[in-house]
């Protein structure tokens, strides 16, 4: 998988690969997991994109993200 993100999240931000806001379906939900400090959601963009994000206290931060399946 390709980081394209830093520490900080996207938050309010884009997907860089189709431009659908991160927080408005359509995403799907491949799997989630308890941490300690909240929890780990796998998600899949609307274009394919598969992202991690980081479910606190702060809110949800997409913490990393893969390029969709089709692109170069």
Known sequence: ??????ATGTTGM???YCGWP???EPFQVVSR???ATGSTVWTRCGCGSLQVRAV???GARI????R?????
């Open 1 to 6: 998988m390709t980081s394209t993100t830093g």
């Open 14 to 16: 884009c997907c860089p």
């Open 22 to 24: 991160n927080d408005a």
């Open 33 to 35: 997991h308890g941490t």
């Open 56 to 58: 606190d206290d702060r």
């Open 63 to 66: 913490v990393s993200r893969s």
């Open 68 to 72: 969709p399946a089709d692109a170069p």
